[in-house]
């Protein structure tokens, strides 16, 4: 039998990578076991998740998004860029037009999520670097929300779920818990030589407190409206960035006094910023970059 041909494009921001594709392409195929196979590194085209689109009738397209491990996460500030950057790029959707032929981009993307619509603003287009702002939504604090259940530690929560003692191995690590339409637990840095934050992110990624996984960012405040990141992402691991664990690293050393609520993040290739406005909303702001467009030769 010959080989299906899926069209991709592969897109980053700031080095969080996506492949993308349109649903028609799939037909019957799992998306799920595609980013399984698509996303590995050494045997596959490589990239943190896979991304999904689907005409919509309330937006510019509507995304699912697939960790590279095939689960499905809810939300990605830095997949909706991506997505935003292929669609203008392609002239707002349709087949991909040559470099030099775009049709004139639109400046206002709305994207259909399953956890609602997240509209994008382009800011600045520079070569090949597009730069969005992005509304990210309200956090939420509610436990069941993230959903985090601590079991024998329920007397310990309040909202917002700051400062919580959770237990790791031997040891108790102070966590900032919240929700951003998907799971968020923020851990403060002192010194980075002193802390194995990977080790420890994959540890509470599946922490039995946190059913459904959880998103792992570690955040070290250099001033008021300055903060550097790291994460563990529940399904990619590491990832040299993240949107919505951006924002959720502000909103915790927001509630911790130690920054402002509008707040660079740098992360280990670049930067993004960050606004939680007073009215609760939060908006990103961040470049993402077409690397490549190709067809896959998918078979069983």
């Not at 329920?154 to 966590?175: K, N």
């Not at 250099?222 to 040299?240: M, N, P, S, Y």
Request: charge should be negative; hydrophobic fraction near 45%; aromatic fraction near 8%.
């Amino acid at each position: 039998m010959d080989p299906r041909r899926i069209p991709f494009a592969k897109a980053h921001a700031l080095g969080n990578d996506f492949l993308l594709v349109e649903q028609a392409a799939l037909a019957d195929l799992e998306p799920a076991a595609l980013a399984l196979r698509l996303c590995n590194r050494h045997m596959g085209i490589g990239a943190d998740g896979l991304v999904v689109l689907a005409p919509s009738a309330v937006a510019q397209a509507a995304v699912r998004i697939y960790n590279a491990d095939g689960s499905e996460a809810m939300l990605s500030g830095n997949a909706l860029r991506c997505v935003a950057t292929w669609l203008l790029w392609r002239g707002g959707g349709g087949d991909s037009n040559p470099p030099g032929q775009q049709q004139a981009p639109l400046d206002c993307i709305a994207l259909d999520t399953p956890v609602g619509l997240r509209e994008l603003t382009l800011l600045e287009r520079n070569a090949r670097r597009w730069i969005f702002r992005t509304v990210i939504g309200r956090p939420s604090f509610a436990a069941p929300d993230v959903p985090f259940q601590p079991r024998s530690h329920s007397s310990l929560l309040r909202e917002p779920i700051t400062d919580f003692p959770l237990p790791v191995g031997d040891t108790v690590v102070p966590v900032t818990i919240l929700s951003l339409g998907n799971p968020q637990c923020i851990i403060f840095v002192y010194d980075w030589a002193l802390v194995d934050w990977k080790g420890l992110g994959a540890e509470i990624e599946r922490h039995p407190f946190f059913p459904d996984r959880t998103n792992v960012g570690f955040v070290q405040v250099v001033a008021d409206d300055r903060v550097e990141a790291r994460f563990w992402e529940r399904g990619a691991g590491h990832t040299l960035a993240s949107g919505t664990g951006s924002c959720a690293c502000v909103i915790a050393a927001h509630l911790a006094g130690t920054a402002g609520r509008r707040v660079t993040v740098g992360v280990e290739h670049g930067e993004m910023q960050v606004d939680w406005r007073d009215d609760g909303m939060v908006e990103l702001t961040g470049p993402a970059e077409i690397v490549a467009e190709g067809i896959h030769p998918w078979q069983e």
